[in-house]
């Protein structure tokens, strides 16, 4: 089995995908890299399947657009998605919401930290 070359961050973010041959559907996005994510749907999809992907990971904000992603595995109401075409400012915006994933544990435990306890 191929080994991921960028760390996945937990996520929950509402995500829809659609493609040529597949009418399309939602899930919701677990897990987010900056290569790839994983979401969990109703629709499902075949390993090898190039889908256009929307994430919403903020609200308020549009979504991050990935032109192209292909399905690497489809198991149990799940799959796997390995980004393959971004626009230029949809990878930076990618890159920013996964920055924000990847700091967002060590912010709460530092604003923790940082307040003080009513003893």
């Given at each position: 089995m191929e080994q991921r070359s960028n760390l996945r961050f937990h996520a929950q973010f509402r995500?829809?995908?659609?493609?040529?041959?597949?009418?399309?559907?939602?899930?919701?996005?677990?897990?987010?890299?900056i290569r790839g994510c994983r979401i969990e749907s109703l629709i499902a999809v075949r390993p090898g399947a190039t889908l256009e992907v929307r994430i919403e990971a903020i609200d308020h904000c549009p979504?991050?657009?990935?032109?192209?992603?292909?399905?690497?595995?489809?198991?149990?109401?799940?799959?796997?998605?390995?980004?393959?075409?971004?626009?230029?400012?949809?990878?930076?915006?990618?890159q920013d919401i996964?920055?924000?994933?990847?700091?967002?544990?060590?912010?709460?435990?530092?604003?923790?930290a940082d307040t003080p306890s009513s003893a």
């Open positions: 995500s829809s995908f659609s493609s040529v041959a597949m009418v399309g559907g939602e899930g919701t996005l677990l897990d987010l890299s979504p991050i657009q990935i032109q192209a992603a292909v399905v690497r595995w489809s198991r149990e109401g799940q799959f796997g998605l390995e980004f393959e075409v971004i626009a230029p400012t949809e990878w930076s915006h990618l996964v920055k924000q994933i990847e700091l967002e544990p060590y912010q709460r435990e530092q604003q923790t």
